[in-house]
C-alpha cells in the first residue's frame, strides 16, 4: 500500500485536458514539495515536475503541477498519444526521521 | 552526459542476500552536490525508495526495509552498491539507481536503465 493516493488510472482523447490527483497527509504532501515522475512503457521513470509546479528542460508547457493542502494535481492539456505513460508522484515525509515517499502510480491511457 | 548503470544477479535464492552495484560516468560520486540512491519497482507496482548515500558516507534508508539493506560507495571505482538481505519474493522488482541534486531539483534527477532482480529457488 503506497503513502500517497493516486488512481489507478485515467484515460482522454487527443487534445483534451486531463488531471491526475495525489493525495497525501501533514508530514509529506502537506509539508514539503511534490514531484512527478513520467514512466513509459519499459523505461525508467522520468522527471517531469519539480517543487510543486516547475517543469525541467525539455518538459512541454502543456504539463502543469499545483497544489492545495495535502493534494496535488499534474495536468496534462493537449493530449498527445506519446504522453500514454504511468505517472509517479513522491514527496518527502518527515515522519520516522524522514525518507521519500511514493504513489502507486496512475496508467494515462489515451484513447 | 551523466549515465548510471545497473549491474548484479538476475536472480536470488530466498534468504540470500541481493547485491547490486551502480556504475557512474560522465560525473563524479565524490561531488558534494548530490546524494545517489535506489528505487525499486515491483512488477506491474509502484515506486519503493530504498535508501540513498552522501559523497561523505551518510546513509539514509527506508525506515520499512532500514534492518536488511545497506549502501555503500567506492569512490575509487566511481560506483556505489546496495545489498538486500534475507531476501524474499516480496524484494522482487526493478532496481534502478538514481542521483538527486542537494540543491535545487531536490529529488531523483537522471536514473538508471534498471536491473530485474528475481528471488526464487
Known amino acids: 500500500q503506497s503513502v500517497l493516493t493516486q488512481p489507478p488510472s485515467v484515460s482522454g482523447t487527443p487534445g483534451q485536458r486531463v488531471t491526475i490527483s495525489c493525495s497525501g497527509s501533514?508530514?509529506?504532501?502537506?509539508?514539503?514539495?511534490v514531484y512527478w515522475f513520467q514512466q513509459l512503457p519499459g523505461a525508467a521513470p522520468k522527471l517531469l515536475m519539480y517543487?510543486?509546479?516547475q517543469r525541467p528542460s525539455g518538459v512541454p508547457d502543456r504539463f502543469s503541477g499545483s497544489k492545495s493542502g495535502t493534494s496535488v494535481s499534474l495536468a496534462i492539456s493537449g493530449l498527445r498519444s506519446e504522453d500514454e505513460a504511468d505517472y509517479h508522484c513522491?514527496?518527502?515525509?518527515?515522519?520516522?526521521?524522514?525518507?521519500?515517499?511514493f504513489g502507486g502510480g496512475t496508467k494515462l491511457t489515451v484513447l | 552526459q551523466l549515465q548510471l548503470q545497473e549491474s548484479g544477479p538476475g536472480l536470488v535464492k530466498p534468504s540470500e542476500t541481493l547485491s547490486l552495484t551502480c556504475a557512474v560516468s560522465?560525473?563524479?560520486?565524490?561531488?558534494?552536490?548530490?546524494?545517489w540512491g535506489w528505487v525499486r519497482q515491483p512488477p506491474g507496482k509502484g515506486l519503493e525508495w530504498v535508501a540513498s548515500?552522501?559523497?561523505?558516507?551518510?546513509?539514509y534508508y527506508n525506515p520499512s526495509l532500514k534492518t536488511r539493506v545497506t549502501i555503500s560507495l567506492d569512490a575509487s571505482k566511481n560506483q556505489f552498491s546496495l545489498k538486500v538481505s534475507a531476501a524474499t519474493a516480496a524484494d522482487t522488482a526493478v532496481y534502478f539507481c538514481?542521483?538527486?541534486?542537494?540543491?535545487?531539483?531536490?529529488?531523483?534527477?537522471?536514473w538508471g536503465q534498471g536491473s530485474l532482480v528475481t528471488v526464487s529457488s
Open positions: 513522491a514527496a518527502w515525509d518527515d515522519s520516522l526521521g524522514g525518507h521519500w515517499v
Open positions: 560522465g560525473g563524479s560520486i565524490s561531488s558534494t552536490d548530490y546524494y
Open positions: 517543487r510543486n509546479d
Open positions: 548515500i552522501y559523497y561523505n558516507g551518510d546513509t
Open positions: 501533514t508530514s509529506n504532501v502537506g509539508s514539503n514539495y
Open positions: 538514481a542521483r538527486t541534486p542537494k540543491t535545487g531539483i531536490l529529488t531523483f534527477d537522471r
